[in-house]
């Protein structure tokens, strides 16, 4: 008896030993031509055993690479994509970094920073004053998407006073949507959500139902009538 802790190390184990034996069979066929075309059949098993595969763009070429790379890159055949390296297997990502805006208050966002930076460089006005307050309302609604609870109106002039580097302040008097409808809004955004998907998957269900109905129906013996023997 062979033990599998005894054989050969698999290296890629998606598509089980046999493919890694088969592909091992490749090397011993001295005509490039059909070792060629054994690659292009592997390939396709490979596409079979490993449907998941399929979710990417490039699936052709990604099944070719490990092709090659079970092959230990020593495999020469015609394939429609170059050939892997082992430096690009080793080879790791460019780092894609982090944002580096250090805001203070993040649950605001980073836009709001921006659009108060826009209006601090606008005259003063009625237009002015019914952007910052529209500002302040849509501060009041992302603070209530992190705090569901509650949240005074002072606490949202002061933020925006900060956020503005104090050059912004609306009158301590101004008042803002009320958190009972702000929190009803979205409330009710999310039960439509939830209703849009339950009806979905209602539609889904009665057009499966229909298609059963529309399947001809299998034919019944009457159970009256004796059935005929050949």
Avoid: C
Avoid at 42 to 61: F, G, L, R, T
Avoid at 123 to 145: F, V
Wanted: hydrophobic share 25%; no cysteine; net charge positive.
């Amino acid at each position: 008896m062979e033990y599998n802790t005894e054989r050969e190390k698999i290296v890629i184990s998606e598509y089980g030993r046999n493919i890694q034996v088969m592909i091992r069979h490749l090397m011993d066929i001295e005509d490039r031509k059909q070792r060629t075309e054994a690659a292009y059949f592997i390939v396709n098993v490979m596409a079979q055993m490993n449907p998941q595969v399929k979710e990417s763009n490039d699936y052709m070429h990604k099944l070719w690479d490990h092709l090659h790379i079970i092959a230990q890159y020593e495999l020469d055949v015609d394939g429609p994509y170059p050939k892997p390296t082992p430096e690009m297997q080793k080879k790791k990502p460019e780092h894609v970094g982090y944002q580096k805006n250090n805001i203070r208050y993040g649950h605001y966002g980073q836009y709001i920073y921006d659009v108060v930076k826009k209006v601090k460089e606008m005259e003063d006005g009625p237009k002015k004053q019914a952007i910052l307050i529209n500002i302040a309302n849509q501060m009041k609604r992302d603070y209530l998407n992190w705090n569901r609870d509650t949240v005074n109106d002072l606490l949202i002039l002061d933020d925006l006073y900060k956020i503005s580097g104090e050059e912004i302040a609306l009158p301590m008097e101004t008042k803002l949507i009320p958190t009972s409808e702000i929190l009803n809004k979205t409330q009710n955004q999310q039960q439509q959500q939830n209703q849009k998907k339950k009806n979905g998957s209602n539609n889904n269900n009665n057009k499966k139902n229909n298609n059963n109905k529309n399947q001809p129906q299998a034919k019944q013996n009457n159970p009256n009538r004796p059935n005929r023997k050949n």
